[in-house]
């Protein structure tokens, strides 16, 4: 084991190098979670879950909004990252945390500007190696499907891309949306709902980027969370290889990573490992 990376089945993971490899850079696309996953946890040492946490712990919106939005995160978190809690009973907590969370932004009067704030505030932070990753991408032109439940949805995630001059042609995000009325204000969010949890519910068949990648059928898969897994659902791969960041409660959720991924990226390390992985598949 190599400092904080973990591989469950080392003579599985090369088979499946050795696959994506033979078939070529034609055949690769990456689907990738975005907070924690694209982007670190913490931020000098400050816990940084993602980009609707700073709009959340900072003064953006009502008065009120911060106090309720953190005890909705207080409530829901800690079922989100207990890995005993069964799947179905985390799909319904979290559809209720989203379904609420989204109402309460919209009561609270988010304007497209709010989310130019947060962006603009420069908490968020890619992490490290992401550049190369990206550029990775870019050269070989190789899909990188975004799949993110975020809060603020893809019109941040675009914002903030476009910010750090990443918004690669390359570059498809699947995300929560919302309708906007003429003054830039939310009024309502777009149905269905993707939450951390029920990406197997989201048929990439659905959305545009599905004819892009659809005969590229070797993936490498990133994630955060045991609900990223199911971003693969319903697509028909040949080849797959998952590897997940473990940011955080390694000791009680260790073992539940390793029997999902095939290789467990720990304490909010650096796309090194994928970058080196991807060198060695392309070459």
């Known amino acids: 084991m190599i400092k904080d990376i973990v591989i469950s089945n080392p003579e599985e993971l090369e088979k499946s190098r050795r696959a994506i490899s033979e078939s070529g850079v034609n055949k690769l696309h990456i689907i990738a979670d975005f907070d924690k996953t694209l982007t670190t946890a913490f931020v000098n040492g400050e816990k940084m879950p993602s ?10 919106l009502t008065s009120n909004y911060a106090l309720k939005a953190n005890e909705l995160y207080d409530k829901y978190h800690p079922i989100e990252i207990d890995p005993k809690v069964p799947l179905e009973e985390k799909k319904k907590a979290m559809y209720e945390w989203w379904a609420t969370h989204f109402d309460l932004l919209i009561k609270s009067r988010l304007n497209k500007n709010d989310l130019k704030k947060v962006i603009e505030s420069r908490k968020a932070k890619l992490r490290p190696g992401f550049t190369e990753f990206i550029g990775f991408l870019r050269t070989y032109n190789i899909p990188l499907v975004i799949m993110s439940s975020g809060g603020l949805g893809g019109d941040a995630i675009s914002m903030y891309l476009k910010k750090e001059g990443k918004l690669y042609d390359n570059v498809h995000i699947i995300s929560n949306s919302y309708e906007w009325d003429k003054n830039n204000n939310a009024i309502a969010v777009k149905q269905p709902i993707i939450h951390a949890m029920n990406k197997d519910e989201t048929a990439i068949q659905d959305f545009p980027v599905f004819n892009k990648i659809r005969n590229r ?10 609900g990223d897994i199911g971003m693969i659902q319903g697509f028909d791969y040949e080849n797959l290889i998952k590897i997940g960041f473990l940011n955080e409660n390694i000791e009680e959720s260790l073992e539940h990573y390793n029997q999902n991924y095939n290789v467990v990226i720990l304490n909010d390390s650096s796309m090194d490992y994928v970058n080196d992985l991807l060198k060695e598949m392309i070459k």
Not at 51 to 60: A, P, Q, V
Not at 217 to 224: A, E, H, S, T
């Open 217 to 226: 059928k070797n993936v490498l898969l990133l994630g955060d969370s045991l």
């Open 51 to 60: 980009i609707i946490s700073i709009l959340r712990d900072g003064n953006y």
